[in-house]
Nanobody, 115 residues
Framework: QRQLVESGGGLVQAGGSLRLSCAAS????????MGWYRQAPGKLRELVARITSGGNTNYVDSVKDRFTISRDNAKNTVYLQMNSLKPEDTAVYYC?????????WGQGTQVTVSS
């Protein structure tokens, strides 16, 4: 059973930065499509960014040019660097790993941006 453990969330003022990490257990991490999702109170969970096994990335429009997703396959870890944070980025952020029918979620980490 693959496990994903997120860390790095917290409280930050608008304009600040945070880096989220997601450590994955198990082997063959490198073949998984990795993603970061977020869910704000009263809203649906949305995709923020994802990165393929080959390193291709895509982002939701609201975070383009502010967030960067990356992965270190040697450490089985995916990162989300978040800069120029806004109050509307406040949410629980979840890590996701997907390969075919295999889909895994982390427990989530809270990010709160104060104005």
């Amino acid at each position: 059973q693959r496990q994903l453990v997120e860390s790095g969330g917290g409280l930050v003022q608008a304009g600040g930065s945070l880096r989220l990490s997601c450590a994955a257990s198990g082997s063959i991490f490198s073949i998984y499509l990795m993603g970061w999702y977020r869910q704000a109170p009263g809203k649906l969970r949305e995709l923020v960014a994802r990165i393929t096994s080959g390193g291709n990335t895509n982002y939701v429009d609201s975070v383009k040019d502010r967030f960067t997703i990356s992965r270190d396959n040697a450490k089985n870890t995916v990162y989300l660097q978040m800069n120029s944070l806004k109050p509307e980025d406040t949410a629980v952020y979840y890590c996701n790993a997907n390969h075919g029918l295999n889909n895994y979620w982390g427990q989530g980490t809270q990010v709160t941006v104060s104005s």
